[in-house]
């Protein structure tokens, strides 16, 4: 089993910005063979992809929404994984999850990953 735990929600403003982190616990995680994915939902909608990397080789992979706003990195001393979010929008509110997997071939597809956090909120004051 892996458990993955979430941390850094809270409120933040449009425009802003705010760092998630995710922690990575279980003998079983292969960092070789894992991708670790962020995804988020908002109630009433369905879960949508946020970022994602892969731990042997640091690839990265970002939603059009969070593109070119957002960094995704890894630690691999601590396995740790966090999200920066810059230039937040209202849109951007939800609960975000950290979510991983074995030999996950697309990265965005939620189905690919087998083990998922709690979540951790963020809500965006306009």
């Not at 969070?66 to 929008?89: C, E, F, H, P």
């Not at 030999?103 to 979540?119: A, F, K, L, M, T």
Request: with cysteine; aromatic share 12%.
């Amino acid at each position: 089993q892996i458990q993955l735990v979430e941390s850094g929600g809270g409120l933040a403003q449009v425009g802003g910005s705010l760092s998630l982190n995710c922690e990575v616990f279980g003998r079983t995680f292969n960092r070789y063979r894992n991708t670790v994915g962020w995804f988020r939902q908002a109630p009433g909608k369905e879960r949508e992809f946020v970022a994602a990397i892969t731990w042997e080789r640091g690839t990265t992979y970002y939603a059009d929404s969070v593109k070119g706003r957002s960094t995704i990195s890894r630690d691999n001393a601590k396995l740790t994984v966090d999200l920066q979010m810059n230039s937040l929008k209202a849109e951007d509110a939800a609960t975000y999850f950290c979510a991983t997997g074995r030999n996950v071939n697309s990265p965005q597809i939620d189905s690919e990953y087998d083990y998922w956090g709690q979540g951790t909120q963020v809500t965006v004051s306009s």
